[in-house]
């Protein structure tokens, strides 16, 4: 029997989507919502089905900026055999998502005992998502806002792809959270933060999907479930791109605040009370 129903996949996979890329945590409000639901949230089984439907709003990313990836894989692929074509920004940019990817991937395989134990606790979502929130009002309120997409550098992916293990390690600080902070706190552009945020999560979370595929379906969780989360996950983070590529380039982080706050007081209050269980 699979572990996460048809209409629970529905619902999670909806989370999923329009969480993935906010920065306000998918991956906390998921646990939140499966706990509500009465799933275990350390179970290996929703673990798995939590990873594996990100690939449906990484898809979203890919059909979104699809233009931009095949203008950066076209440079690349010319860059390995036109020495010319090295100098061009897009084929750097290129390697430097796959250096900046390399950090999170050895963290994730040398702490998975943790990630998948004592740091997957709700308690440590909680504490994640507010102290997080400390940390993008900072950076928000202190970056210049002045550097755009030629301005970026080597220096910044690494600096913005190293910052995704705060969210591997503290489920709640959210991946979009520290990536758009970095990029804030490295002056870039409240546009620029998001896209590179974007660019950034594509090998990290298509490679996470990838490898727990086999692990939350030889869990119990059906194909079924995956296949419908992974769906509606793809739909609803397409939307979500969209509204929040229009929200940055007007509006600071203050929303995105206030709102990681308010949900992380109301979780402790909900596991202090047992309401829900960590």
Same mark, same amino acid.
């Given at each position: 029997?699979?572990? #996460?129903?048809i209409?629970?996949?529905?619902?999670?996979?909806?989370?999923?989507?329009v969480?993935?890329?906010?920065?306000?945590? =998918?991956?906390?409000?998921?646990?939140?919502?499966?706990?509500?639901?009465?799933? &275990?949230?350390?179970?290996?089984?929703?673990?798995?089905?939590?990873?594996?439907?990100?690939?449906?709003?990484?898809?979203?990313?890919?059909?979104?900026?699809?233009?931009? /990836?095949?203008? /950066?894989?076209?440079?690349?692929?010319?860059?390995?055999?036109?020495?010319?074509?090295?100098?061009?920004?897009?084929?750097?940019?290129?390697?430097?998502? #796959?250096?900046?990817?390399?950090?999170?991937?050895?963290?994730?395989l040398?702490?998975? &005992?943790?990630i998948?134990? &004592?740091?997957?606790?709700?308690?440590?979502?909680?504490?994640?998502? /507010?102290?997080? =929130?400390?940390?993008?009002?900072?950076?928000?309120?202190?970056?210049?806002?002045?550097?755009?997409?030629?301005?970026?550098?080597?220096?910044?992916?690494?600096?913005?792809?190293?910052?995704?293990?705060?969210?591997?390690?503290?489920?709640?600080?959210?991946?979009?959270?520290a990536?758009?902070?970095?990029?804030?706190?490295?002056?870039?552009?409240r546009?620029?933060?998001?896209?590179?945020?974007?660019?950034?999560? #594509?090998?990290?979370?298509?490679?996470?999907?990838?490898?727990?595929?086999?692990?939350?379906?030889?869990?119990?969780?059906?194909?079924?479930?995956?296949?419908?989360?992974?769906?509606? =996950?793809?739909?609803?983070?397409?939307?979500? /791109?969209?509204?929040?590529?229009?929200?940055?380039?007007?509006?600071?982080?203050?929303?995105?605040?206030l709102?990681? #706050?308010?949900?992380?007081?109301?979780?402790?209050a909900?596991?202090?009370?047992?309401?829900?269980?960590?």
């Amino acid at each position: 029997m699979s572990a #996460i129903s048809i209409g629970q996949a529905v619902v999670l996979g909806a989370v999923e989507g329009v969480t993935e890329f906010l920065p306000v945590s =998918s991956t906390g409000h998921l646990k939140i919502v499966e706990g509500l639901m009465g799933i &275990p949230v350390d179970d290996d089984a929703v673990i798995g089905f939590s990873a594996v439907i990100q690939v449906g709003a990484i898809a979203a990313v890919l059909v979104y900026f699809r233009k931009d /990836i095949a203008r /950066i894989v076209t440079a690349w692929l010319r860059g390995l055999t036109d020495r010319e074509e090295r100098y061009h920004h897009d084929y750097r940019f290129a390697w430097w998502v #796959i250096a900046a990817t390399v950090p999170i991937v050895l963290v994730g395989l040398a702490a998975k &005992p943790l990630i998948k134990g &004592p740091l997957a606790s709700l308690w440590v979502v909680a504490g994640s998502l /507010i102290v997080g =929130s400390g940390v993008m009002w900072v950076a928000d309120r202190t970056g210049r806002h002045k550097r755009g997409e030629d301005d970026t550098s080597f220096k910044d992916a690494m600096l913005v792809g190293g910052s995704q293990i705060l969210a591997l390690l503290f489920p709640g600080f959210s991946r979009s959270g520290a990536t758009m902070s970095t990029a804030l706190m490295l002056d870039l552009d409240r546009v620029e933060a998001t896209r590179l945020s974007f660019f950034l999560g #594509i090998p990290a979370l298509t490679g996470a999907g990838v490898y727990e595929l086999k692990d939350a379906l030889g869990a119990g969780t059906g194909a079924a479930p995956l296949a419908v989360g992974t769906l509606v =996950s793809f739909v609803v983070a397409y939307a979500s /791109i969209a509204w929040l590529l229009r929200f940055v380039a007007k509006h600071s982080f203050n929303a995105f605040v206030l709102y990681r #706050i308010a949900v992380g007081l109301l979780l402790f209050a909900l596991l202090g009370t047992g309401v829900l269980r960590s």
